[in-house]
Protein backbone atom coordinates (compact mmCIF):
# COMPACT_ATOMS: atom_id res chain seq x y z
CA UNK A 1 0.00 0.00 0.00
CA UNK A 2 1.28 3.46 -1.08
CA UNK A 3 2.40 5.52 2.45
CA UNK A 4 0.43 8.44 3.20
CA UNK A 5 1.82 11.58 2.55
CA UNK A 6 2.25 14.21 5.52
CA UNK A 7 -0.27 17.00 5.87
CA UNK A 8 0.89 19.24 8.18
CA UNK A 9 4.20 19.99 5.17
CA UNK A 10 1.34 20.10 2.57
CA UNK A 11 -0.72 22.73 4.95
CA UNK A 12 2.48 25.01 4.61
CA UNK A 13 2.18 24.89 1.04
CA UNK A 14 -1.07 26.49 1.26
CA UNK A 15 0.27 29.55 2.63
CA UNK A 16 3.06 29.70 -0.11
CA UNK A 17 0.62 29.64 -2.76
CA UNK A 18 -1.30 32.44 -1.01
CA UNK A 19 1.32 34.64 -0.77
CA UNK A 20 2.30 33.90 -3.96
CA UNK A 21 -1.14 34.64 -5.23
CA UNK A 22 -1.77 37.57 -3.89
CA UNK A 23 1.49 38.87 -2.67
CA UNK A 24 2.91 40.16 -5.74
CA UNK A 25 2.60 41.83 -8.70
CA UNK A 26 0.65 44.80 -9.75
CA UNK A 27 -2.73 46.07 -7.81
CA UNK A 28 -5.01 48.32 -8.90
CA UNK A 29 -3.91 47.84 -12.73
CA UNK A 30 -7.95 47.41 -13.40
CA UNK A 31 -9.65 48.85 -10.81
CA UNK A 32 -9.07 53.08 -11.89
CA UNK A 33 -7.78 52.46 -15.21
CA UNK A 34 -3.76 52.10 -14.22
CA UNK A 35 -0.75 50.57 -12.16
CA UNK A 36 -0.86 52.19 -8.86
CA UNK A 37 1.38 51.06 -5.93
CA UNK A 38 0.75 47.52 -4.22
CA UNK A 39 -2.34 47.49 -1.64
CA UNK A 40 -3.19 45.30 0.98
CA UNK A 41 -3.80 41.64 -0.12
CA UNK A 42 -6.54 40.03 0.54
CA UNK A 43 -6.05 36.70 2.31
CA UNK A 44 -8.70 34.17 2.42
CA UNK A 45 -10.14 32.37 5.63
CA UNK A 46 -8.28 29.97 6.41
CA UNK A 47 -9.31 26.29 6.85
CA UNK A 48 -10.33 25.59 10.71
CA UNK A 49 -10.45 22.29 12.23
CA UNK A 50 -8.77 20.00 9.62
CA UNK A 51 -8.87 16.57 11.04
CA UNK A 52 -6.59 14.12 9.64
CA UNK A 53 -8.80 12.71 7.28
CA UNK A 54 -8.51 8.64 7.49
CA UNK A 55 -8.46 8.43 11.42
CA UNK A 56 -11.50 5.91 11.01
CA UNK A 57 -8.94 3.54 9.07
CA UNK A 58 -6.46 1.03 9.89
CA UNK A 59 -3.20 2.90 9.37
CA UNK A 60 -2.22 2.10 5.48
CA UNK A 61 -5.73 1.48 5.03
CA UNK A 62 -7.30 2.96 1.47
CA UNK A 63 -10.78 3.99 1.60
CA UNK A 64 -13.63 3.60 -1.14
CA UNK A 65 -14.43 6.77 -3.15
CA UNK A 66 -17.72 7.67 -3.86
CA UNK A 67 -17.44 10.68 -6.31
CA UNK A 68 -21.24 12.02 -7.23
CA UNK A 69 -21.51 15.02 -9.67
CA UNK A 70 -25.08 16.29 -10.21
CA UNK A 71 -24.71 17.91 -13.81
CA UNK A 72 -26.25 21.43 -13.60
CA UNK A 73 -26.86 22.08 -9.65
CA UNK A 74 -26.32 25.26 -8.70
CA UNK A 75 -25.27 25.74 -5.14
CA UNK A 76 -28.18 27.57 -3.79
CA UNK A 77 -30.89 24.84 -4.87
CA UNK A 78 -30.06 23.01 -2.12
CA UNK A 79 -31.22 23.19 1.33
CA UNK A 80 -27.78 23.63 3.22
CA UNK A 81 -27.14 26.00 0.54
CA UNK A 82 -29.75 28.20 1.64
CA UNK A 83 -32.74 27.19 -0.75
CA UNK A 84 -36.20 27.01 0.82
CA UNK A 85 -37.84 25.29 -0.71
CA UNK A 86 -37.63 20.91 -0.16
CA UNK A 87 -35.34 20.41 -3.07
CA UNK A 88 -32.74 18.37 -0.87
CA UNK A 89 -33.55 16.16 2.24
CA UNK A 90 -31.01 13.76 1.44
CA UNK A 91 -28.40 15.73 0.11
CA UNK A 92 -29.03 17.50 3.51
CA UNK A 93 -28.46 14.63 5.77
CA UNK A 94 -25.75 14.05 4.13
CA UNK A 95 -24.08 17.23 4.21
CA UNK A 96 -24.63 17.48 7.98
CA UNK A 97 -21.96 14.81 8.34
CA UNK A 98 -19.86 16.28 5.98
CA UNK A 99 -17.34 18.93 5.36
CA UNK A 100 -19.37 21.82 3.33
CA UNK A 101 -17.62 23.68 1.32
CA UNK A 102 -19.45 27.24 1.08
CA UNK A 103 -17.80 28.60 -1.58
CA UNK A 104 -17.27 26.48 -4.45
CA UNK A 105 -16.51 27.48 -7.53
CA UNK A 106 -16.04 25.54 -10.89
CA UNK A 107 -13.07 26.35 -12.98
CA UNK A 108 -15.59 25.85 -16.71
CA UNK A 109 -19.37 26.28 -17.16
CA UNK A 110 -19.54 24.19 -19.91
CA UNK A 111 -19.50 20.00 -19.10
CA UNK A 112 -16.89 18.66 -20.94
CA UNK A 113 -14.40 21.64 -20.06
CA UNK A 114 -15.42 21.15 -16.35
CA UNK A 115 -14.91 17.84 -16.21
CA UNK A 116 -11.59 17.51 -18.03
CA UNK A 117 -10.76 20.42 -15.70
CA UNK A 118 -11.90 18.22 -12.40
CA UNK A 119 -10.51 15.14 -13.75
CA UNK A 120 -7.18 16.16 -14.08
CA UNK A 121 -6.82 19.10 -12.08
CA UNK A 122 -5.99 21.00 -14.55
CA UNK A 123 -7.62 24.89 -15.70
CA UNK A 124 -8.82 24.95 -19.18
CA UNK A 125 -6.20 26.97 -21.12
CA UNK A 126 -3.79 24.52 -19.97
CA UNK A 127 -6.00 21.26 -21.20
CA UNK A 128 -7.41 22.92 -24.51
CA UNK A 129 -10.67 22.41 -23.96
CA UNK A 130 -11.90 25.65 -23.96
CA UNK A 131 -14.41 26.72 -26.61
CA UNK A 132 -14.22 29.03 -28.38
CA UNK A 133 -10.55 30.05 -28.32
CA UNK A 134 -10.23 26.98 -29.66
CA UNK A 135 -12.68 27.14 -31.58
CA UNK A 136 -11.34 25.52 -34.53
CA UNK A 137 -10.51 22.41 -32.03
CA UNK A 138 -13.31 21.66 -29.87
CA UNK A 139 -13.95 18.44 -29.64
CA UNK A 140 -10.11 17.48 -29.12
CA UNK A 141 -8.72 14.03 -27.80
CA UNK A 142 -7.94 14.45 -24.05
CA UNK A 143 -4.35 14.90 -23.87
CA UNK A 144 -1.62 12.85 -22.13
CA UNK A 145 0.06 15.65 -20.80
CA UNK A 146 -1.91 15.13 -17.16
CA UNK A 147 -2.79 11.82 -15.79
CA UNK A 148 -6.42 11.79 -14.98
CA UNK A 149 -7.75 11.46 -11.60
CA UNK A 150 -8.99 7.63 -12.63
CA UNK A 151 -5.78 6.65 -13.59
CA UNK A 152 -3.76 7.80 -10.86
CA UNK A 153 -5.93 5.86 -8.26
CA UNK A 154 -5.92 2.31 -10.76
CA UNK A 155 -2.25 2.81 -10.33
CA UNK A 156 -2.60 3.36 -6.30
CA UNK A 157 -4.57 -0.12 -6.82
CA UNK A 158 -8.26 1.38 -6.98
CA UNK A 159 -10.68 -0.64 -9.14
CA UNK A 160 -11.97 2.40 -11.15
CA UNK A 161 -15.57 2.42 -12.29
CA UNK A 162 -17.98 5.44 -13.48
CA UNK A 163 -21.80 4.88 -14.37
CA UNK A 164 -23.56 8.31 -16.18
CA UNK A 165 -26.28 9.51 -17.68
CA UNK A 166 -24.22 12.66 -19.72
CA UNK A 167 -23.49 12.13 -23.61
CA UNK A 168 -20.64 14.98 -23.21
CA UNK A 169 -18.57 11.85 -21.50
CA UNK A 170 -16.69 11.00 -24.64
CA UNK A 171 -15.15 7.65 -24.66
CA UNK A 172 -13.81 8.34 -28.42
CA UNK A 173 -12.62 10.91 -27.17
CA UNK A 174 -10.62 9.31 -24.18
CA UNK A 175 -12.84 10.84 -21.40
CA UNK A 176 -12.65 7.02 -19.60
CA UNK A 177 -9.14 7.04 -18.96
CA UNK A 178 -7.89 5.03 -16.34
CA UNK A 179 -11.23 3.90 -15.81
CA UNK A 180 -12.30 -0.20 -16.10
CA UNK A 181 -15.60 0.47 -17.09
CA UNK A 182 -17.40 3.61 -18.28
CA UNK A 183 -20.65 2.60 -18.33
CA UNK A 184 -23.55 5.33 -20.05
CA UNK A 185 -26.96 4.56 -19.79
CA UNK A 186 -30.23 6.33 -19.14
CA UNK A 187 -30.67 8.29 -15.35
CA UNK A 188 -32.36 5.74 -13.77
CA UNK A 189 -29.92 3.03 -15.25
CA UNK A 190 -27.13 5.24 -14.10
CA UNK A 191 -28.13 5.10 -10.83
CA UNK A 192 -29.13 1.32 -10.35
CA UNK A 193 -25.56 1.12 -12.20
CA UNK A 194 -23.99 2.51 -9.04
CA UNK A 195 -26.04 0.51 -6.90
CA UNK A 196 -25.11 -2.26 -8.22
CA UNK A 197 -21.55 -1.68 -8.45
CA UNK A 198 -21.62 -0.51 -4.46
CA UNK A 199 -23.35 -3.82 -3.43
CA UNK A 200 -20.05 -5.40 -4.85
CA UNK A 201 -17.83 -4.17 -2.96
CA UNK A 202 -17.69 -5.56 0.06
CA UNK A 203 -16.40 -8.69 -1.80
CA UNK A 204 -13.74 -7.24 -3.74
CA UNK A 205 -10.18 -7.17 -2.71
CA UNK A 206 -9.16 -3.88 -4.08
CA UNK A 207 -10.28 -0.47 -2.88
CA UNK A 208 -13.19 1.01 -5.36
CA UNK A 209 -13.32 4.61 -6.83
CA UNK A 210 -16.90 4.98 -8.31
CA UNK A 211 -17.57 8.30 -10.57
CA UNK A 212 -21.83 8.87 -10.71
CA UNK A 213 -22.91 11.49 -13.19
CA UNK A 214 -26.62 12.33 -13.33
CA UNK A 215 -28.26 14.69 -15.15
CA UNK A 216 -31.66 15.24 -13.69
CA UNK A 217 -31.77 19.40 -13.24
CA UNK A 218 -29.94 19.55 -16.87
CA UNK A 219 -32.95 20.32 -19.90
CA UNK A 220 -35.19 18.74 -21.10
CA UNK A 221 -36.57 18.64 -17.24
CA UNK A 222 -39.58 16.15 -16.92
CA UNK A 223 -39.45 16.22 -12.68
CA UNK A 224 -41.69 13.39 -11.11
CA UNK A 225 -44.71 14.55 -10.03
CA UNK A 226 -43.84 13.77 -6.16
CA UNK A 227 -40.93 15.79 -6.56
CA UNK A 228 -43.20 18.36 -8.53
CA UNK A 229 -45.73 18.72 -5.51
CA UNK A 230 -43.29 18.78 -3.02
CA UNK A 231 -41.69 21.98 -4.21
CA UNK A 232 -44.53 23.37 -5.41
CA UNK A 233 -43.99 24.03 -8.84
CA UNK A 234 -46.56 24.41 -11.34
CA UNK A 235 -47.84 21.16 -13.58
CA UNK A 236 -46.32 21.23 -16.54
CA UNK A 237 -47.09 17.83 -19.13
CA UNK A 238 -44.35 18.18 -21.28
CA UNK A 239 -40.34 18.35 -20.82
CA UNK A 240 -39.29 22.04 -20.05
CA UNK A 241 -36.46 23.16 -22.07
CA UNK A 242 -35.32 27.10 -22.51
CA UNK A 243 -37.70 28.08 -24.87
CA UNK A 244 -40.14 28.10 -22.35
CA UNK A 245 -38.95 30.84 -20.85
CA UNK A 246 -37.05 32.07 -24.46
CA UNK A 247 -40.11 32.08 -26.48
CA UNK A 248 -42.45 33.88 -23.97
CA UNK A 249 -44.13 37.51 -24.80
CA UNK A 250 -43.07 40.52 -22.71
CA UNK A 251 -46.20 39.78 -20.59
CA UNK A 252 -45.49 36.00 -19.76
CA UNK A 253 -41.72 36.09 -19.47
CA UNK A 254 -41.85 36.32 -15.29
CA UNK A 255 -44.74 34.09 -14.92
CA UNK A 256 -42.48 31.35 -17.33
CA UNK A 257 -38.91 32.33 -15.38
CA UNK A 258 -41.34 31.11 -12.40
CA UNK A 259 -42.61 27.91 -13.61
CA UNK A 260 -39.08 27.31 -15.03
CA UNK A 261 -37.67 27.83 -12.05
CA UNK A 262 -40.27 25.79 -9.95
CA UNK A 263 -39.84 23.00 -12.49
CA UNK A 264 -35.62 23.26 -12.22
CA UNK A 265 -35.91 22.91 -8.62
CA UNK A 266 -38.21 20.21 -8.78
CA UNK A 267 -35.61 18.12 -11.13
CA UNK A 268 -33.09 18.93 -8.22
CA UNK A 269 -35.14 17.11 -5.80
CA UNK A 270 -35.35 14.08 -8.64
CA UNK A 271 -31.54 14.00 -8.10
CA UNK A 272 -31.57 14.23 -4.49
CA UNK A 273 -33.63 11.26 -4.63
CA UNK A 274 -31.33 9.54 -6.73
CA UNK A 275 -28.27 11.05 -4.90
CA UNK A 276 -30.16 9.26 -1.79
CA UNK A 277 -30.53 5.72 -3.13
CA UNK A 278 -26.68 5.24 -4.33
CA UNK A 279 -25.60 6.63 -0.27
CA UNK A 280 -28.55 3.91 0.60
CA UNK A 281 -26.94 0.95 -1.09
CA UNK A 282 -23.66 2.87 0.41
CA UNK A 283 -25.04 2.41 3.92
CA UNK A 284 -26.69 -1.35 3.31
CA UNK A 285 -23.11 -2.47 1.77
CA UNK A 286 -21.70 -1.75 5.71
CA UNK A 287 -18.93 0.39 3.98
CA UNK A 288 -19.74 3.79 4.75
CA UNK A 289 -17.72 4.04 7.81
CA UNK A 290 -14.56 3.59 5.22
CA UNK A 291 -15.50 5.35 2.80
CA UNK A 292 -15.07 8.75 1.33
CA UNK A 293 -18.06 10.63 -0.57
CA UNK A 294 -17.81 13.67 -2.37
CA UNK A 295 -20.47 15.57 -4.02
CA UNK A 296 -20.71 18.35 -6.19
CA UNK A 297 -21.57 19.79 -9.67
CA UNK A 298 -19.94 20.68 -13.09
CA UNK A 299 -21.67 24.07 -13.01
CA UNK A 300 -24.88 25.86 -12.14
CA UNK A 301 -28.08 27.55 -13.91
CA UNK A 302 -28.94 30.94 -14.95
CA UNK A 303 -32.40 31.10 -13.68
CA UNK A 304 -33.08 34.89 -14.20
CA UNK A 305 -29.84 36.38 -13.22
CA UNK A 306 -28.43 38.85 -16.23
CA UNK A 307 -31.60 38.42 -17.65
CA UNK A 308 -30.51 34.69 -19.31
CA UNK A 309 -31.42 31.00 -18.21
CA UNK A 310 -29.09 28.31 -18.88
CA UNK A 311 -25.14 27.99 -18.82
CA UNK A 312 -23.91 29.64 -22.09
CA UNK A 313 -21.10 31.38 -22.28
CA UNK A 314 -20.57 33.46 -19.15
CA UNK A 315 -18.92 33.30 -15.35
CA UNK A 316 -22.38 34.67 -13.70
CA UNK A 317 -22.19 33.17 -10.10
CA UNK A 318 -24.90 31.05 -10.81
CA UNK A 319 -22.83 29.24 -12.60
CA UNK A 320 -19.68 29.04 -11.25
CA UNK A 321 -20.82 28.54 -7.77
CA UNK A 322 -21.50 24.73 -7.28
CA UNK A 323 -22.11 22.70 -3.97
CA UNK A 324 -19.15 20.61 -3.06
CA UNK A 325 -19.63 18.33 0.02
CA UNK A 326 -16.84 16.10 1.40
CA UNK A 327 -17.25 13.36 3.74
CA UNK A 328 -14.50 10.79 4.58
CA UNK A 329 -13.20 8.64 7.58
CA UNK A 330 -11.87 10.93 10.21
CA UNK A 331 -13.07 13.91 8.83
CA UNK A 332 -14.83 16.16 11.20
CA UNK A 333 -18.48 17.84 9.94
CA UNK A 334 -18.12 21.52 9.39
CA UNK A 335 -19.13 24.64 7.23
CA UNK A 336 -15.72 25.58 5.07
CA UNK A 337 -15.31 29.47 4.21
CA UNK A 338 -12.64 29.48 2.53
CA UNK A 339 -12.80 29.04 -1.07
CA UNK A 340 -12.39 25.52 -2.64
CA UNK A 341 -12.04 24.56 -6.56
CA UNK A 342 -13.22 21.80 -8.09
CA UNK A 343 -9.66 20.95 -9.54
CA UNK A 344 -8.84 20.50 -6.25
CA UNK A 345 -11.33 17.34 -6.19
CA UNK A 346 -8.89 15.42 -7.37
CA UNK A 347 -5.55 16.39 -5.30
CA UNK A 348 -8.18 15.53 -2.49
CA UNK A 349 -9.02 11.52 -3.33
CA UNK A 350 -5.70 10.84 -4.71
CA UNK A 351 -4.80 12.21 -0.91
CA UNK A 352 -7.03 9.90 0.43
CA UNK A 353 -6.00 7.28 -1.55
CA UNK A 354 -2.21 7.31 -0.47
CA UNK A 355 -1.05 8.32 -4.02
CA UNK A 356 0.90 11.15 -5.10
CA UNK A 357 -0.62 13.91 -6.45
CA UNK A 358 0.82 14.10 -10.55
CA UNK A 359 3.09 17.61 -10.96
CA UNK A 360 1.00 18.49 -13.83
CA UNK A 361 -1.63 19.06 -11.65
CA UNK A 362 -2.88 22.50 -10.91
CA UNK A 363 -5.06 21.74 -7.74
CA UNK A 364 -4.07 21.04 -4.29
CA UNK A 365 -5.55 18.83 -1.53
CA UNK A 366 -8.49 20.40 0.47
CA UNK A 367 -7.58 18.15 3.23
CA UNK A 368 -4.37 20.67 3.65
CA UNK A 369 -6.27 23.97 2.79
CA UNK A 370 -7.32 25.01 -0.28
CA UNK A 371 -5.59 27.53 -2.65
CA UNK A 372 -6.83 30.62 -3.54
CA UNK A 373 -8.55 32.83 -5.18
CA UNK A 374 -11.26 31.12 -7.15
CA UNK A 375 -10.87 31.48 -10.96
CA UNK A 376 -13.07 30.58 -13.24
CA UNK A 377 -13.38 30.98 -17.68
CA UNK A 378 -15.73 30.59 -20.02
CA UNK A 379 -15.06 32.09 -23.03
CA UNK A 380 -14.03 35.78 -22.84
CA UNK A 381 -14.22 36.27 -19.66
CA UNK A 382 -12.50 34.93 -16.85
CA UNK A 383 -13.63 35.94 -12.91
CA UNK A 384 -11.51 35.82 -10.04
CA UNK A 385 -13.29 35.58 -6.25
CA UNK A 386 -11.76 35.33 -2.56
CA UNK A 387 -15.18 34.18 -1.50
CA UNK A 388 -17.10 37.14 -0.78
CA UNK A 389 -15.67 39.72 -3.21
CA UNK A 390 -15.63 38.51 -7.48
CA UNK A 391 -14.05 40.29 -9.98
CA UNK A 392 -14.73 40.06 -13.83
CA UNK A 393 -12.45 40.92 -16.90
CA UNK A 394 -11.95 40.46 -20.41
CA UNK A 395 -10.16 37.42 -20.59
CA UNK A 396 -8.57 38.05 -23.41
CA UNK A 397 -7.38 41.92 -22.55
CA UNK A 398 -7.77 42.12 -18.64
CA UNK A 399 -10.26 44.64 -18.82
CA UNK A 400 -12.49 45.51 -16.29
CA UNK A 401 -15.84 44.15 -16.88
CA UNK A 402 -17.88 43.65 -13.45
CA UNK A 403 -17.27 43.47 -9.69
CA UNK A 404 -19.48 42.04 -6.97
CA UNK A 405 -20.08 42.15 -2.87
CA UNK A 406 -21.03 38.34 -2.77
CA UNK A 407 -21.82 38.41 0.47
CA UNK A 408 -24.78 41.24 -0.02
CA UNK A 409 -25.24 40.55 -3.52
CA UNK A 410 -24.88 36.79 -4.54
CA UNK A 411 -27.17 36.82 -7.49
CA UNK A 412 -24.90 39.58 -9.58
CA UNK A 413 -28.05 42.27 -9.32
CA UNK A 414 -25.85 45.19 -8.89
CA UNK A 415 -22.27 45.59 -10.58
CA UNK A 416 -20.21 48.29 -8.81
CA UNK A 417 -18.09 50.45 -11.00
CA UNK A 418 -14.17 50.85 -11.31
CA UNK A 419 -15.02 54.00 -8.78
CA UNK A 420 -16.87 52.56 -6.39
CA UNK A 421 -15.13 52.72 -3.28
CA UNK A 422 -16.99 49.57 -1.52
CA UNK A 423 -14.11 46.82 -1.66
CA UNK A 424 -12.18 48.69 -3.86
CA UNK A 425 -8.86 47.21 -1.66
CA UNK A 426 -10.29 43.96 -2.22
CA UNK A 427 -10.61 43.80 -5.45
CA UNK A 428 -7.31 45.26 -6.64
CA UNK A 429 -6.18 42.18 -4.68
CA UNK A 430 -8.46 39.92 -7.09
CA UNK A 431 -7.33 41.93 -10.22
CA UNK A 432 -3.22 41.11 -9.35
CA UNK A 433 -4.26 37.53 -8.66
CA UNK A 434 -5.98 37.59 -12.01
CA UNK A 435 -2.54 38.92 -13.67
CA UNK A 436 -0.45 36.51 -11.42
CA UNK A 437 -2.50 33.67 -12.72
CA UNK A 438 -2.04 35.26 -16.61
CA UNK A 439 1.61 35.07 -16.30
CA UNK A 440 1.93 31.61 -14.57
CA UNK A 441 -0.82 29.94 -16.99
CA UNK A 442 -0.69 32.20 -20.67
CA UNK A 443 -3.79 31.86 -22.42
CA UNK A 444 -2.88 29.73 -25.95
CA UNK A 445 -0.50 27.60 -23.80
CA UNK A 446 -2.72 24.38 -25.27
CA UNK A 447 -2.48 24.57 -28.83
CA UNK A 448 0.73 22.87 -28.06
CA UNK A 449 -1.15 19.36 -27.39
CA UNK A 450 -2.29 16.53 -28.99
CA UNK A 451 -4.27 18.06 -32.04
CA UNK A 452 -7.31 16.63 -33.62
CA UNK A 453 -7.57 19.04 -36.37
CA UNK A 454 -5.62 18.87 -39.45
CA UNK A 455 -2.08 21.00 -39.15
CA UNK A 456 -3.32 23.70 -41.76
CA UNK A 457 -6.05 24.42 -39.36
CA UNK A 458 -3.40 24.03 -36.36
CA UNK A 459 -1.59 26.91 -38.33
CA UNK A 460 -3.93 29.11 -38.52
CA UNK A 461 -5.02 28.67 -34.96
CA UNK A 462 -1.64 29.38 -33.84
CA UNK A 463 -1.45 32.26 -36.72
CA UNK A 464 -4.25 33.50 -34.57
CA UNK A 465 -3.17 32.99 -31.16
CA UNK A 466 0.14 35.31 -31.99
CA UNK A 467 -1.83 38.08 -33.54
CA UNK A 468 -3.43 38.16 -30.43
CA UNK A 469 -0.31 38.17 -28.57
CA UNK A 470 -0.41 34.61 -26.76
CA UNK A 471 2.14 32.72 -28.64
CA UNK A 472 5.62 34.22 -29.47
ZN1 LIG B 1 -22.97 20.03 -17.33
Redesign the pocket.
Known sequence: MPSRRSLSSRSASFFVVVAALFGAGVLGGHIGGCASPPATPTAPTAPQNVAAPTAGLATGAQPNLLFILV??LRADALGVYGQDKPTSPRIDAFAAGAVVYAHAWTQYT???P??VSFMTSRYARTHGWDYPLTKHDTWRTLDDQAPMLAQVLSGAGYATNAQFS?P?LRKDLAFDKGFDTFTRGAEVGAVRGAVAAIGKWKADPKPNFLYVHL?AP?VPLKPTEASRTAVGAAPIDTQVSYAHWATASAADKATRLEEFRGIYLASVRDADTSVGAILDALDASGLAGETAVVLT???GELLGEHDQIG?AGTTAEALTHVPLVLRAPGLAPRREAAPASLIDIAPTLAALAGAPAPAAWQGRSLLAGTTSPLIAERDGQLSVSDGVWKLTEDRLTGRFLAAYDLSKDPSEATALTAEDPAGKDAIAGLAAAADAFRARLPDGENTGVAPTMGASEKAKQVEELKALGYVE
Open positions: DTWTSSYQNMHSDHH
